[in-house]
Every structure is written in structure tokens, then in C-alpha cells.
């Protein structure tokens, strides 16, 4: 009893003293890897994908994608500075590319290396519902979302470790009973909301972003609308998905550009693209 007690105790401490504060939030956050490690092993991952993959230059679409990142990390440099986060993007590198793929997607990885799929361009429609997506992935790299999934990969890997050594004077079929159970519960009910949390929070953060960038946020419930229509309705319950649905994401962004344009005020943004 006594051994199970200090690791209880050592586990709480790690988890004490590996937190660090979302500056948009205020919350604490996991950070069980440091950027110092992630963000150079993003930056290799980065350019093997780019060596991989065609990346389109010297297109309008291109341009278009550089120009609104730009604009997106300069609003997130004014936010950051005016909240008291000075040199918070220093160890950032932006980058923006345009890969031909007719995937629908966009992703921005720690440390601000973004990607763009031609698929999902004729669904942005326009530049302002390209700075939406922008937004919204930028966001996932400013809180470290990156850094938040690998350290909650850990703490369940060493959960389910701690669950078998519990259980290894049961039965083989308890075992298996117990085991099913825990991989279950902790993706239904730990994995699949955090993720979803992040995905949430991306796109309110990412709607202030937009907003103190100049684009309209009103038009990134559009932008999910056309998401909408893309699917054909085909998407998983939302309980059993990494992200919110659709018409969740729509209700909320709805809600919230009231006061992302409110945001943007503080700025001396008034107008919006």
C-alpha cells in the first residue's frame, strides 16, 4: 500500500510541475514535452513532408495562402504582446504552403508550419474563408495542442501500464475484461473529448484571430456550413469522433463572432474583408 501511495504521489508532483498556462484560456495545460524537443523534430517533419509532396508555387491560390498566414500570425503577435505574452512566437518559424492534394484539409504544425491541401480551396471559396481555416490551425500551434495530445499519449500509456500491473494476479479472461474496459473507456471517455476540446477551442481562438487579422468572422460558420454540405452528412456520432460536429461548430461560431469582432475593436479593427 505504501509503494502504491508514493507512486500516486510522484505521478501527482509530475503532473504539478509539467503544466504551463494557455495564454488564451488562463488554464493550466499538460506539458509533459518540452517545445525544445517538439518543435525541432516538427520543423524535420515539416520539410520531409514538403520533399514528399508537390508544393505549389507562384499561384494566385499560393499567394493567397502566404499572404493570409502572414496577416493571421501578425494579429496573433498583437494579441500576444497586448496580453502580457512578449516573445511567446520567438522560437516560431512561419511557414505556408500550398500542396496539390485533393484531400480536404489544412494543418499548421507546432511551431507554425502550416499546410494548405488544394482540396480544400474550392470549400474555402475566398480569402476570408481561407483566413478561417487559418485561423483555426494557428490556433491548434499557439495553445500547444501539439504538445498537449503527446503528453496526455504518455499519461495513458503509463495508466494502462499501471492497469495491468493491477490486475495480474486476476484471471487471464479478468485481464482481458479489464483491459477491454480501460482502452474503451479512456478513448470515449478522455482521448476523443480532449481532442475535441482542442478543436473547439481552435476555432474560438482562431475567430478572435481572423477578426483582429481584418477578415469578417461571420463568414467562418459559412465556411463550416460549405464543410457540411462537402460531407454529405457523413460523419461519425460526435461522441465517437476527434472533432465537434458540424452543426455544433456552426451554433457556436455563430455565437461567438459577436465577440470576436469585439476583439478585434480593442485593435482598432471596425472593418472587416
Known amino acids: ?55 505549389v508555387k507562384g499561384t494566385s491560390e499560393a499567394e493567397m ?10 494579429a496573433s503577435e498583437r494579441w500576444l504582446n497586448a496580453n502580457g505574452y512578449q516573445g511567446y512566437l520567438d522560437d516560431y518559424r512561419w511557414e505556408y504552403n500550398l500542396v496539390k492534394d485533393e484531400t480536404v484539409n489544412a494543418w499548421c504544425m507546432p511551431g507554425g ?18 483566413a478561417a ?41 479478468t485481464q482481458q475484461i479489464i483491459g477491454t474496459a480501460f482502452g474503451l473507456g479512456s478513448q470515449l471517455g478522455v482521448m476523443l473529448p ?12 482562431g475567430l478572435q484571430l481572423m477578426a483582429i487579422a481584418g477578415y469578417n468572422p461571420d463568414e ?9 454540405a462537402n460531407s454529405g452528412g457523413q460523419a461519425p456520432p460526435e461522441f465517437l469522433s476527434t472533432h465537434p460536429s458540424s452543426d455544433t461548430r456552426i451554433a457556436n461560431l455563430t455565437a461567438w463572432a459577436s465577440a470576436a469582432r469585439a476583439e478585434a475593436k480593442k485593435f482598432g479593427v471596425t472593418t472587416f474583408k
Open 1 to 55: 500500500m505504501k509503494y502504491k501511495n508514493i507512486i500516486v504521489l510522484v505521478f501527482g508532483i509530475v503532473l504539478f510541475v509539467s503544466c504551463k498556462t494557455n495564454p488564451f484560456t488562463g488554464k493550466k495545460t499538460l506539458a509533459l514535452v518540452s517545445n525544445s524537443q517538439i518543435l525541432p523534430m516538427a520543423f524535420q517533419q515539416y520539410n520531409q513532408f514538403l520533399s514528399e509532396n508537390k508544393v
Open 65 to 74: 495562402i502566404t499572404r493570409v498566414g502572414q496577416k493571421i500570425a501578425k
Open 113 to 130: 508550419k502550416i499546410v494548405f491541401y488544394t482540396g480544400i480551396m474550392p470549400i474555402a471559396k475566398n480569402e476570408t474563408g481561407v
Open 133 to 173: 481555416i487559418m485561423g483555426h490551425e494557428v490556433a491548434h500551434a499557439l495553445a500547444n495542442h501539439g504538445q498537449q495530445r503527446m503528453s496526455a499519449a504518455q499519461l495513458q500509456q503509463v495508466a494502462g501500464v499501471a492497469t495491468s500491473v493491477a490486475v495480474q494476479n486476476k484471471s487471464e479472461e
Open 194 to 205: 480532449f481532442s475535441r476540446s482542442h478543436e473547439t477551442e481552435a476555432d474560438r481562438i
Open 220 to 228: 467562418a460558420a459559412n465556411l463550416w456550413r460549405r464543410m457540411k
